[in-house]
C-alpha cells in the first residue's frame, strides 16, 4: 500500500523534534560538545564540567588563575556562545 502524501526523512524528524520539545537540549548539546573550540585547548585541559541548565552555563574548573581570566572575559565568553549556536541559549555563566 502506498500513501499518497510521501515525506522526507529530514522532514519527519524535525517535526518529531519540534513535538518532542528537544530541539534546545540538542543545540545546548551540541554547543557543549565544540566547548575545547570555543574557549580553546588551554582552557578546556583546565575544565572538569561544563553544563547547562536553565540557560545558565556552569563551569567547574581545576585552576584558580583559568577562573580568573574567565570572570574578565565572561561577557565576551557568552557572547561568543550565542553566537556559534545561532541563537541565545546562554543568559548567564557561572564559574566553580
Known amino acids: 500500500m ?3 502524501k510521501t515525506l522526507l526523512i529530514s522532514e519527519v524528524l524535525r517535526e ?9 537540549k540538542l543545540k545546548e ?3 557543549l560538545r565544540s566547548w575545547e573550540d570555543i574557549a580553546g585547548r588551554a582552557i578546556s585541559k583546565r575544565t572538569s564540567k561544563v553544563y547547562i541548565k536553565n540557560r545558565t552555563l556552569f563551569i567547574h574548573l581545576t585552576s584558580s588563575v ?3 581570566e574567565l570572570l574578565m572575559i565572561r561577557e565576551v565568553l557568552k557572547a561568543r ?3 556559534v549556536a545561532g541563537e541565545v541559549l546562554v543568559d548567564e555563566i557561572v564559574l566553580k
Do not use: G, H, P
Not at 518529531?16 to 534546545?24: A, H, L
Open 16 to 24: 518529531y523534534r519540534k513535538e518532542m520539545n528537544i530541539d534546545v
Open 2 to 4: 502506498r500513501r499518497k
Open 81 to 83: 556562545l550565542n553566537e
Open 66 to 68: 583559568v577562573r580568573n
Open 29 to 31: 548539546v551540541e554547543l
